[in-house]
């Protein structure tokens, strides 16, 4: 055989293998050049993160996660694997304290024998803290205590496509006691988080959580309602690899402020990012990152019973950003008293007391520019439940559209709502599917539609003969308009209404791939 014919059939295998599914057979007459679509193929891995529960001695944490059934063109083969395990803390004696070591070091919460919880000091090890088994069978697991580590993993094969997981922490008492929830995410290079403080009545952190076998370097900046917060430390953070580490916000920076907005980049790498918010008087829930910066935001599902809503914006932009605020809620739209336009500077955070919105009914927020102006903003809400001593926090940070599909997991029999919302000017049409339940539970779906510029709250469908928690899969109709969506968990503890909620975005089970066929011409040119 000769060296040109076996050239050409290794650069067809590489051909094949880099696409999945070009054609390698030879053309009869003439190639065919035309551009074609890029197929939309089930992605083959996935990664997720999850930060460090608590600190708490009074901590019950539970770990959910869940795979969907996978639709036509889903990968053949073995189901593959799905497991999160311990992140890897960083060595006692690895050297000079890292300004995240020396922010961890600060914190004021202590443990009932009096001594300081470490959160980079807890123990780990290799063993599995949850895994999948099958798609369509959510998993569970718990911990208790102070000791819970942040976790890291990957989906591979048949449990890789929508791969979803979530944490949910129950505190029942102390400064902290509250429902914190937060999905597991994906790790990243840039995050924003309009909504966290330094005032003196909260304790915020930023979790960084390297999946990687090396180390990831980040920088954390602070902005005010005055631009950016000098600080003090806040660049070149080590996060070794396989391990977390938590950054109190406060030790950043000598200014004491409400409503800020945290940005996290790296340097190196990438990370998991989220930030977890105490009030010593309103309880605590985590902080995920908004949507990527945009001209216009949704910010969905806002409980009808929330005593207190406040929306924090950031403009990033070069110039400010004047933006129409409009509360969606079930029966049409409406600007609430005083917040006809609201005026965010360039560079800049911004708060708005939208106090109790939503007045019983489920509602979404939708900020849209003035103009045709096009200044990017990040955005979120931070929603209290409950009056006096009994107040609790949750968070809805700006997200982007259900898109496919997405899922949500550890949904509990009469504890959760959720909220669909169609910002557009076309109806919606959402089918969502309970799933089987951790330990028993046969799959239930319903079909929902969500009038244009509206919201709509339900109690989804529950798996019949539930046993344990179920995930929740919502999947929009492609004929219909865009759909935000998200899911409240409410758990009430002796009087104290601790809720959670989480926003759902596409879950980016499938990634397009370019077509390709062989043109044997181009060994003519």
Not at 180 to 207: E, I, M, N
Not at 228 to 238: N, V, Y
Request: hydrophobic share 40%; glycine share 10%.
């Amino acid at each position: 055989m000769k060296r040109t014919t076996l050239s050409l059939a290794a650069g067809a295998v590489a051909l094949a293998a880099l696409t999945g599914f070009a054609s390698l057979t030879a053309p009869s007459g003439s190639a065919d050049t035309g551009a074609k679509s890029p197929a939309r193929l089930p992605v083959e891995r996935s990664s997720l993160l999850c930060p460090a529960p608590s600190t708490s001695d009074l901590a019950q944490t539970t770990y959910t996660a869940f795979t969907p059934k996978g639709a036509a063109g889903s990968p053949q083969g073995k189901p593959g694997t799905a497991v999160l395990s311990p992140a890897v803390p960083p060595p006692a004696d690895a050297g000079a304290p890292s300004p995240a070591a020396s922010a961890d070091k600060a914190k004021n919460g202590k443990g009932k024998d009096g001594k300081d919880k470490k959160p980079a000091d807890k123990p780990a090890s290799d063993k599995p803290v949850i895994s999948l088994k099958e798609p369509g069978k959510p998993a569970a697991a718990t911990a208790s205590g102070a000791d819970a580590p942040a976790l890291t993993g990957s989906a591979d094969g048949l449990l890789a496509p929508g791969w979803a997981a979530q944490q949910t922490t129950q505190i029942i008492g102390g400064a902290g006691r509250a429902l914190l929830g937060t999905s597991c995410t994906a790790p990243d290079a840039d995050f924003w988080f309009p909504g966290a403080s330094t005032a003196k009545d909260r304790q915020d952190y930023v979790h960084l959580t390297n999946p990687d076998d090396t180390a990831a370097v980040a920088d954390i900046e602070l902005f005010g309602k005055d631009g950016p917060l000098k600080a003090d430390i806040g660049e070149g953070i080590t996060i070794p690899a396989k391990s977390s580490v938590p950054v109190l916000l406060s030790t950043l920076t000598g200014t004491v402020a409400d409503d800020l907005t945290v940005h996290v980049s790296t340097r190196a790498g990438r990370v998991g990012a989220v930030v977890q918010a105490t009030d010593a008087k309103a309880g605590a829930d985590w902080l995920p990152a908004s949507a990527d910066a945009a001209a216009s935001q949704v910010l969905p599902g806002i409980p009808g019973d929330a005593t207190d809503v406040r929306l924090i914006v950031h403009a990033k932009g070069a110039d400010d950003a004047d933006l129409k605020v409009k509360l969606m809620g079930k029966g049409g739209g409406f600007t609430p008293a005083g917040l006809d336009t609201v005026h965010v500077k360039s560079g800049m955070t911004a708060s708005f007391d939208l106090k109790n919105v939503t007045r019983g009914e489920t509602g979404s927020l939708l900020l849209t520019p003035v103009s045709d102006g096009s200044t990017p903003v990040v955005a979120a809400l931070r929603v209290v439940r409950g009056t006096g001593d009994k107040q609790e926090t949750a968070f809805i940070p700006a997200t982007n559209p259900v898109g496919t599909r997405s899922t949500v997991t550890d949904n509990r029999d009469k504890a959760a709502t959720l909220a669909l919302t169609a910002p557009g000017t076309k109806d919606a049409t959402v089918k969502v599917t309970s799933s089987a339940g951790t330990e028993a539970g046969e799959p239930q779906s319903k079909t929902y539609t969500v009038k244009a510029g509206t919201t709509l709250a339900v109690d989804p469908p529950v798996p019949s003969g539930l046993k344990g928690s179920y995930a929740l899969t919502v999947e929009p109709d492609p004929n219909g308009g865009p759909v935000y969506a998200s899911r409240t968990l409410a758990i009430t503890q002796d009087g104290v209404p601790m809720f959670t909620v989480q926003t759902l975005a596409d879950d980016k089970g499938t990634v397009a791939v370019p077509a390709a066929s062989q043109d044997l011409s181009v060994l003519e040119k």
